[in-house]
């Protein structure tokens, strides 16, 4: 009987083990790295190491009318200003995301102003891209990205980083959900830069161009709101071959 009763209590623990887990969310949740792993060298790859341990509030922010993503209601102070948290495992938001990875969601830093921006432009864009590539129309998306806030210098430059103003998100692949649960995979490497995919990078750059101020001129830093890689219509270079580093540049305030 004392076996039978064990087998009994290991069968339970079985099934709760499953229950458990099934009742988890298509998404698991980490804390996101704000390294960019190209960076590898300069700084150690896949390590928060900017985010101190306690953020300090600073201010509460008002309402935005579109809320496409799922922002914190207060900002932060980071190492060059204010930052609101992006959540980025919402499932309620239009837009989700994470490091590096299409299941694994997490958080991000944004400035507020980069913030109301995302908010507003970048689903559109995303939705006027796949209309421009012949793709379904997307109800929701899932961004795989490769860091937000980052305190270092932009690569091979003595200045900072837009990453160290949270003004920066590099995004490695978007993956469309339409209507139905349907996923469909933009990645925005280089080597994947043909037909449908090419046709949607370079509309996604153009938009987010587009919804930039006409006060950003060639020669203003970043005045395109994106780089790109070389293939790219809007021009890029190779540092960006694996990924579209999107701002909000100064000249766009
Ligand atoms: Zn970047």
Known sequence: MPIKWDMRKFFLLFILYFAVGCSQSEFEVVNMSS????????????????????????????TVNSADFSLSEQSYKLAHGPAQIWNGCDSNATVMGGYNSDSKCGKG????????????????????????????????????????YNNRNGRQTSSLSMH????????????????????????????NYSGATATFYDTF????????????????????????????????????AGHIHLSFPFCAE
């Open 109 to 148: 830093y944004f400035h507020p102003i980069f913030a109301a921006h995302l908010n507003k432009h970048l689903f559109t864009c995303v939705e006027r891209a796949s209309l421009e590539a012949n793709l379904p129309n997307p109800t929701r998306i899932f961004i795989r990205h490769l860091g937000t």
């Open 164 to 191: 160290a103003y949270a003004r920066a998100l590099d995004i490695a692949q978007f993956n469309l959900y339409d209507d139905s649960g349907n996923v469909t995979r933009i990645s925005n490497e280089m080597k």
């Open 35 to 62: 390294s960019d792993p190209d960076h590898i060298g300069e700084e150690p790859a896949g390590m928060p190491n900017d985010i101190p341990e306690t953020l300090e509030i600073l201010d509460t922010i008002a």
């Open 205 to 240: 750059r153009k938009c987010w161009k587009d919804s930039l101020l006409s006060s950003c001129r060639p020669g203003q830093k970043e005045f395109n709101g994106s780089i790109g890689h070389p293939k790219s219509a809007l021009g890029g270079n190779s540092l960006h």
